[in-house]
């Protein structure tokens, strides 16, 4: 639209519109650099994609070999034919793939959407504050937008993105758009991005609006690392919840343990007063199992040939 200079009283204007644009740029005392692609479209991080599909081989188990996606079909898709679109099995198994994957972004974005309306109508506009414990709050929003949510309504043109790529990966999966299953998978990849950046703003949204607890000031756990093949085991004074992140599948047909109250375990260097409250209750205690509670001596464990297999010294 051509703009003219001049100047002009609002107290004559009569059924008159205005609208006044986002500001473009506002002062920001954040101090990260923008990062090379901010909301990145469906195809910006394809090359990547690609290196990550390449480097880790799709393998598919079609669930069916005939495809009945759309009013052409069905279509046969066994051995090397081909659906009157052009796509093989293994592209039409990518597409389901996308499809799944993009009807989950839908159900949290949704839900964020949801919120949003929702939170805005009844709180008005507040301001996003995670406390101080926190250190990197809205981590995806951070990394995907490249900028940082001040108040309730920046999330706003967060969830537009996610609904905008969206709407353009569905519309990948109509007939005859895309062909390849590797580009499928890209997308797919992508719509798992928008996933968690869905769930991540409905989160926010929810404890900021409703006041969820952000963190547990001094109250935080700390991760420790248990080398492959270090027998271990914990004992807690008070309630406690334990996670484990494990390096492999958990398989109870490959555990063994050693019983926590078994004689032959040289206590010497635990603090005694602690060492003498774990006697006191590991013995009576009913929360422990009968697979730690018979489980083997030190002596025993170390004449079963498994205990070979334990890495622990050759890691020294
Ligand atoms: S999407 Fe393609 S393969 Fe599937 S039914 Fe339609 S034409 Fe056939």
């Given at each position: 639209m051509a703009s003219k200079e001049g100047s002009f009283s609002i107290e004559d204007m009569k059924n008159v519109q205005i609208n006044i644009g986002a500001v473009v740029k506002e002062a920001d005392e954040w101090d990260q650099e923008m990062g090379p692609f901010p909301k990145p479209g469906v195809a910006t991080l394809r090359d990547w994609d690609f290196k990550i599909c390449n480097r880790y081989k799709i393998m598919y188990s079609p669930a069916d070999d005939t495809c009945t996606l759309c009013t052409y079909g069905p279509c046969d898709l066994t051995g090397d034919k081909k659906g009157a679109c052009g796509i093989n099995m293994a592209a039409a198994c990518g597409k389901i793939v996308l499809v799944a994957v993009l009807m989950g972004t839908c159900a949290h974005t949704a839900h964020g959407r949801h919120l949003y309306h929702w939170c805005l109508d009844k709180f008005g506009d507040m301001p996003f504050d995670m406390g101080s414990e926190i250190l990197v709050d809205a981590p995806l929003y951070r990394t995907i937008l490249g900028k940082k949510p001040k108040t309730l309504k920046d999330f706003g043109p967060v969830l537009n993105y996610v609904e905008e790529q969206v709407a353009q990966l569905l519309a990948c999966t109509h007939t005859g758009q895309e062909g390849s299953y590797l580009d499928f998978e890209s997308k797919a990849l992508h719509a798992g991005m928008l996933d968690s950046l869905g769930k991540e703003v409905s989160d926010l949204i929810q404890i900021v609006a409703y006041d969820m607890p952000v963190s547990a000031e001094e109250d935080y756990s700390e991760w420790i690392w248990v080398p492959p093949g270090f027998a271990h085991g914990n004992t807690f004074t008070e309630d406690t919840v334990i996670e484990y992140l494990c390096s492999g599948e958990y398989s109870p047909g490959n555990e063994a343990g050693i019983s926590p109250?078994?004689?032959?375990?040289?206590?010497?260097?635990?603090?005694p007063e602690l060492a003498s409250l774990f006697q006191q209750i590991a013995h009576n205690t009913?929360?422990?199992t009968d697979k730690d509670r018979n489980g083997f001596s030190l002596a025993s464990w170390t004449a079963?040939?498994?205990?070979?297999?334990?890495?622990y010294d050759e890691l020294n």
């Open positions: 109250i078994a004689d032959d375990l040289d206590w010497s260097l635990c603090d009913e929360l422990m079963d040939p498994r205990s070979e297999n334990f890495l």
